[in-house]
């Protein structure tokens, strides 16, 4: 199994350009947001409490903090922390009476729309046509930014 640097490096090599690269700060958290969003939406017949329902992104977002773990001990409490940040989000979306799974999929295909036209500046193919893993790889690479920026190691 390749190591969480080795990831890293890998999908750094297509994104190197500025404009991509923020493209990127804005649209990767997008997509993920909106992605945890539209499993959010499905809900399954087990009350986790009274208010909150079991929905497939809780099973989802245990596995994606698993998939985490397994590649670093440390940039998972980060990827940890953001997923239940989108899944915050979008219990607050559902609760102010907006349908969830319509504001997440105009995020989710926007989002791609300017993730593509980041690579057509890049001039590089997005990594995951390589592998479907750094679709992963993505949201923890802009965290590995973060750590760095805190001194933590990851």
């Known amino acids: 199994m390749k190591s969480i640097q080795t990831w890293l490096d890998e999908y750094g ?18 997509i993920f947001f909106s992605i945890t969003g539209l499993f959010y939406s499905v809900k399954l017949p087990v ?13 989802m977002l245990l596995g994606v903090t698993v998939y985490y773990f ?4 440390t940039l998972w409490i980060g ?3 953001f997923s239940a940040v989108c899944a915050a989000a979008c219990y607050a979306i559902e609760s102010a009476g907006l349908p969830l799974w319509l504001v997440c999929v105009v995020i989710f295909v926007l989002a791609w729309i ?15 046509l390589k592998d479907l893993q750094f679709l992963m790889i993505g949201p923890a690479w802009l965290m ?8 933590v190691a990851y």
Not at 47 to 59: G, R
Request: net charge positive; with cysteine.
């Open 13 to 30: 090599v297509s994104h190197q350009n500025p404009t991509n690269k923020l493209i990127h700060w804005i649209c990767v958290p997008l």
């Open 47 to 59: 009350q986790l409490t009274d208010e909150f329902p079991l929905n497939l992104a809780v099973i």
């Open 70 to 73: 397994s590649l670093s001990r």
């Open 79 to 81: 990827m940890f922390v």
């Open 114 to 128: 300017v993730q593509f036209y980041g690579h057509k500046v890049e001039g590089a193919k997005p990594s995951f």
């Open 144 to 151: 590995s930014f973060i750590y760095k920026k805190l001194g």
